[in-house]
C-alpha cells in the first residue's frame, strides 16, 4: 500500500502527461501482481466496494472525533477522504505492518454495511496519512486524480514496451487484476481472446487536410463528417455496447440504441440526434447543442428519450456477422455495410452518403455551401485503406469547414499551468452588448487558449502586465482595450451565458493590436451566426 | 482574579494597552508600539515610538528604515511603561527576534503570544512557556488536520527530489524572513553543503541572520549565476515569484513550496505546487492545543487563524476561551 500511496501522492502533484505517464509505469513495472491489476483498476475507477461509500467513512470518523472539529475540518479541505486521512488519530499501541493493495482490496470485496466500519478502522490504524488518504480514495471510489482511463493504457504500453492499440483491445475483455494483460505484455502469454465478447475496438482517425495535399478523388471517397459523437457499436453473442471514442461504455445513456442493434456486428458511426423537434424536417440532424442534452445523462428519463431522440449515422463495419473485416479495403466494407443498413432499424441507424463530386475543386464548393448545422465538414478516405487503429498518414483525411470569425475585445486574462505557469495563456473575450459610443458594456462571449504562437503568447502576457487593471488571485481584468480576432467552429444559444450565446471550439486566430477595441463585433453580430437550427437529411 | 481586565482591550486595529497607552502589533500607526515579530502583519512602519527585541528592530529597520524612537528590550527583561503597567518579552520561537509580551498591571498577567511554534528551530530561541491569567494565542493553523510533520522528513524530500532530477533545479517558495533561513539553516545541519541560490529579495534578511550568528553557509544570487549552473541545486525565492515570470531563468524546475498550508493537497495544486514541503514556523493543532493546556490559563483568547476549532477544543476541555476579530492578519505564505 505505501508504494501506492506514494504513487497517488505523486500523481496528485504532477502536472504534465508525460510525468504522470511516467510514473504509472514506473509503478506497473516495479510492483508483482496482482497488486499492480488492482491499483491499475482502482486509477481508471474500476473498482467499486458497495459497502463502502463517503458516508461510511463520514459515520466512521464521527466515532473518532468531535462532530464539530470534523465539519469545521472537512469545510476547510474540502475533501471527505483527506480530512479523514489527516484527522484519523494515529493508535497509540503497536499495529500491524501497512496492508498491500491485494489484502485491502480482498477485505473491501467481503466487507458488508456492517463490517465496513470496523474493518476500514482496522485498515486506516496501519497506515500514516498518505497511505490513509490513498486507502480512502481506493475504497469509496473516488480518485478523481485526473487519470483517464487512456493515460493509463498509454502507461501500460509504454511500461511494457507493447502498441496500445492493443492494449485498448485486450483491456476490454479483462477485469481486474488483469493477470492475463499483464502476462502477455511480459511476452509469457498469448493475447487474451476478444472475438465472443462485446469489446470496444480502437477507432480509425483522421489527419487534417493540409492546404497543397496531393489528394485525388479518383484515390478518395469523399463523405460529410457530421458533428455529433463519434460512437462505436457493437453486438455480440446477445449483448450490445456504445462505445464513446475514448473507448467508455456509453450504453446506458443511449439505451435505444443498444437496444435497436440486433444484427452480429461492430459498426462506426456518428451518434446524433434527429431535429424535428426544433422544427426541422422529419430525418435530419440537429445541431450538437441539441446532442448535448442527452451527453452526461447516465439514465435518461422516458421525456429526454422522446424529446432529444438518438440515432447513429453509420460510417463504417469492423466485424461483420462474426467475421473481423478491418484488414478488408475500404471500398470492400462499405459495400457490406450498405448490405448491411437495410436490416437495420430505420429509425435508430442510417447511412453517412458518399458526396457525389467530380473533383476536389467541385468537393471545395459543395464543402462551402453547406448550411446544416450538423455538418462539421468533409471527409476524406483512401479507398483501399484497411481500417487501422489510430491516425495513419495518407489514408484518412477531414476537411472542416471554414471556421466563423468574430472580432472580440480581451477582458480577463488567467496564468497557464505546467509550461505556460508563468504566462497568462488563457483569455476570456467579450464582444459589446449595443453602440459602444452610446455606453454598451462588453459582455463574455467565449474563452481560447491556443491559436497563437510561443512569440505571441510572451508578447500577450506582458500586454496583459501592462494593461492589469484588477486581479483576482490567478486571473487579471484587463483595460478592454485589446482586439482579438476570435475563430471558431459554431455558435449556439446558450442560456448558461449571460451572453446567451456558448462557442463551439473558439481559438485566437489573429490578435488585432491595430483595431480600435470600439470596433468589435457587437453581440447581435455573433447572435446571428448562430447556426441555422433548421437540419437537413443526409443528402446533399 | 483581582479584576476585569479592562486594561487590555482587543481592537480591530490591534491590542490596546489603555493606561500604558500603547498598542501590541496594530495594523495602522500608532504613537507607541510593542511588536512581537518582524512579519509585516504584525511590524508595520510610521509608528511613533516602537519596543521590540534589538533582533526585531533591525529587521524592521531593514524593511522601513526604523522609526522615530525605538527602545531594544532584551529577552527576559522587564521595563516599565506608562500607568503602572510592566512588558516582558519572551522567546516565541517563530522567527529571529520573535517575542511573546507578559503585560503586568495590578497584579494581573496577560501574555500576548504573536506568532509561535514549538518545534525546534535553529535560527531561533525556542518558546518559554510563561504562566499568566490570560493567554492571548495564535491560531494560523488552529484545526485538526493540520500536524507538521518532523522538519527532518521533509527536508529529505527536499534533497531526495534534487538528487533523482540532477538536471533540474528545485525552486522553493519561502517567505522571505524566517522561512527561507530556517530552511537552509536546516539543510545544513542536514550535511547539505552545496551552495544555496537565492532570489534577490532574500539576501538583505540571510545576511541580518548572518549579523546575529546565525550560520547559513555558501549563498549565491540566482541573478549572479552563471548559465547551466543552477542544474542540480537549491533555489529559494518569495512564493510569488515561482509562477512569475522570475522563474523563467530556472533550468526545468520542480516547483516546491515550505509552507504550513501545503498539508492539503488542493492548497499546493492551486500554487502549482509539484513538491510541497510542510514546514511551518506556526504552532500546528497538536502544538497549540498542548501549549494552551502547558501554560494554563484562567482565559484563553484567540486571535488570528481558524479561530473557531480551537474555541470548540477549549470548550470540550472546559476551558474559558474567546474568539478576537483582529483585521489585517493573513499569513498565507506560512
Known amino acids: ?540 | 482574579m483581582a479584576g476585569d481586565f479592562a486594561w487590555i482591550r482587543p481592537e480591530p486595529h490591534g491590542i490596546h494597552v489603555v493606561p500604558a497607552d500603547a498598542w501590541i502589533d496594530p495594523a495602522r500607526p500608532v504613537e507607541r508600539a510593542l511588536v512581537t515579530h518582524g512579519h509585516a502583519d504584525h511590524a508595520r512602519g510610521g509608528h511613533g515610538h516602537v519596543f521590540a527585541t534589538p533582533e526585531t528592530l533591525a529587521i524592521m529597520g531593514l524593511r522601513y528604515g526604523g522609526a522615530a524612537r525605538e527602545t531594544p528590550v532584551a529577552y527576559g527583561e522587564r521595563i516599565a511603561l506608562q500607568g503602572g503597567v510592566f512588558a516582558t518579552f519572551v522567546p516565541a520561537g517563530h522567527v529571529l527576534g520573535s517575542a511573546q509580551i507578559l503585560l503586568e498591571h495590578g497584579g494581573e498577567r496577560v501574555v500576548v503570544t504573536g506568532d509561535y511554534k514549538r518545534l525546534s528551530d535553529p535560527t531561533c530561541a525556542p518558546f518559554q512557556p510563561v504562566a499568566c491569567d490570560i493567554f492571548i494565542t495564535e491560531a494560523t493553523f488552529g484545526l485538526p488536520v493540520f500536524r507538521h510533520p518532523p522538519i527532518a522528513e521533509e527536508i529529505a524530500r527536499l534533497t531526495g527530489a534534487l538528487a533523482a532530477n540532477p538536471t533540474r533545479c528545485v525552486a522553493v517558495g519561502a517567505y522571505a524572513l524566517g522561512k527561507a533561513q530556517r530552511l537552509i539553516a536546516e539543510l545544513r545541519a542536514a550535511g547539505y553543503t552545496a551552495p544555496i541560490f537565492l532570489h534577490g529579495a532574500m539576501e538583505r534578511m540571510c545576511r541580518l541572520y548572518a549579523d546575529y550568528g546565525i550560520d547559513l553557509g555558501d549563498l549565491r544570487l540566482v541573478a549572479d549565476a552563471p548559465k547551466g549552473a543552477l542544474e542540480g541545486q537549491i533555489v529559494i525565492a518569495p512564493p510569488s515569484a515561482l509562477n512569475d515570470r522570475w522563474s523563467r531563468r530556472l533550468p526545468e524546475p520542480i516547483t516546491a513550496m515550505a509552507s504550513g498550508w501545503m498539508r492539503v493537497r488542493q492548497r499546493a495544486r492551486q500554487r502549482n505546487v509539484e513538491l510541497p514541503l510542510v514546514i511551518s514556523d506556526h504552532a500546528d493543532w497538536d502544538e497549540l492545543t498542548a501549549t494552551i493546556a502547558e501554560v494554563n490559563p484562567h482565559e484563553t483568547w484567540i486571535t488570528h487563524g481558524r479561530e473557531e476549532a480551537l474555541l470548540r477544543w477549549c470548550q470540550l476541555n472546559q476551558r474559558r476561551a474567546r474568539a478576537l476579530a483582529l483585521v489585517g492578519y493573513e499569513d498565507e505564505d506560512d
Open chain 1, 1 to 540: 500500500m505505501e508504494r501506492f500511496a506514494a504513487l497517488i501522492d505523486a500523481l496528485v502533484y504532477t502536472r504534465s502527461r508525460n510525468g504522470k505517464l511516467a510514473l504509472i509505469a514506473q509503478y506497473l513495472r516495479e510492483t508483482p501482481d496482482p497488486d499492480r491489476g488492482w491499483a491499475l483498476a482502482a486509477l481508471t475507477d474500476g473498482l467499486d466496494f458497495p459497502a463502502v461509500k463517503a458516508g461510511t467513512v463520514r459515520a466512521l470518523m464521527e466515532t473518532r472525533v468531535d462532530e464539530v472539529l470534523w465539519t469545521l475540518s472537512r469545510d476547510y479541505v474540502g475533501d471527505t477522504a483527506e480530512t479523514a486521512s489527516l484527522l484519523w488519530p494515529e493508535p497509540p499501541n503497536e499495529q500491524a505492518p501497512p496492508p498491500s493493495v491485494s489484502e485491502v482490496v480482498a477485505l473491501l470485496h467481503h466487507a458488508t454495511r456492517a463490517t465496513a466500519p470496523t474493518l476500514l478502522a482496522g485498515l486506516l490504524d496501519r497506515l500514516d496519512a498518505n497511505g490513509r488518504y490513498a486507502l480512502l480514495k481506493l475504497a469509496t471510489g473516488a480518485m478523481r486524480i485526473g487519470i483517464s482511463a487512456r493515460l493509463a493504457k498509454v502507461a501500460f504500453a509504454q511500461a511494457f514496451d507493447v502498441s496500445v492499440d492493443e492494449v485498448e483491445e485486450y483491456w476490454h475483455g479483462q477485469a481486474a487484476p488483469y493477470l492475463p494483460l499483464f502476462d502477455w505484455a511480459a511476452g509469457k502469454a498469448e493475447p487474451p481472446r476478444t472475438d465472443l465478447l462485446p469489446l470496444f475496438r480502437p477507432f480509425m482517425l483522421a489527419h487534417p487536410l493540409e492546404d497543397g495535399a496531393d489528394v485525388s478523388l479518383a484515390d478518395y471517397a469523399a463523405e460529410w463528417k457530421w458533428d455529433g459523437i463519434r460512437v462505436q457499436l457493437v453486438h455480440v453473442n446477445g449483448e450490445s455496447r456504445v462505445y464513446s471514442r475514448s473507448g467508455d461504455d456509453i450504453s446506458g445513456s443511449f439505451p435505444e440504441i443498444a437496444a435497436a442493434l440486433q444484427i452480429p456486428a461492430v459498426l462506426d458511426g456518428e451518434l446524433l440526434v434527429r431535429g424535428d423537434h426544433q422544427g426541422g424536417a422529419e430525418g435530419g440532424a440537429a445541431s450538437f447543442n441539441a446532442l448535448q442534452q442527452r451527453l452526461g445523462r447516465k439514465a435518461p428519463s422516458a421525456r429526454m428519450l422522446a424529446d432529444y431522440p438518438a440515432f447513429v449515422r453509420l460510417y463504417d463495419v469492423l466485424i461483420d456477422g462474426g467475421e473481423d473485416v478491418r484488414d478488408q479495403a475500404w471500398e470492400q466494407r462499405r459495400a457490406r455495410l450498405e448490405a448491411l443498413v437495410p436490416r437495420l432499424d430505420p429509425l435508430r441507424f442510417d447511412l453517412s452518403q458518399v458526396i457525389d463530386a467530380a473533383d476536389m475543386d467541385a468537393l471545395a464548393q459543395i464543402r462551402s455551401l453547406a448550411r446544416d448545422a450538423a455538418i462539421e465538414g468533409v471527409m476524406l478516405k483512401r479507398r483501399t485503406s484497411p481500417y487501422v487503429a489510430g491516425r495513419r498518414t495518407g489514408l484518412w483525411y477531414k476537411w472542416k469547414r471554414d471556421p466563423l470569425l468574430v472580432d472580440c475585445v480581451l477582458m480577463y486574462a488567467q496564468r497557464g499551468s505546467g509550461k505556460r505557469s508563468s504566462f497568462h495563456s488563457d483569455f476570456t473575450f467579450g464582444c459589446w452588448d449595443g453602440d459602444p459610443d452610446a455606453g454598451a458594456e462588453l459582455l463574455p462571449v467565449g474563452k481560447a487558449y491556443f491559436g497563437f504562437t510561443d512569440t505571441e503568447l510572451k508578447w500577450l502576457d506582458s500586454w496583459v502586465r501592462q494593461h492589469t487593471i484588477a486581479r483576482f488571485g490567478p486571473v487579471r481584468e484587463t483595460d478592454k482595450s485589446l482586439v482579438f480576432e476570435v475563430a471558431f467552429d459554431s455558435v449556439h444559444a446558450s442560456r448558461r451565458h449571460k451572453s446567451g450565446v456558448a462557442m463551439r471550439f473558439p481559438r485566437i486566430s489573429r490578435i488585432r493590436a491595430d483595431k480600435p477595441a470600439h470596433e468589435a463585433d457587437r453581440l447581435a453580430t455573433l447572435k446571428a451566426m448562430i447556426a441555422d437550427p433548421a437540419p437537413v437529411g443526409g443528402k446533399t
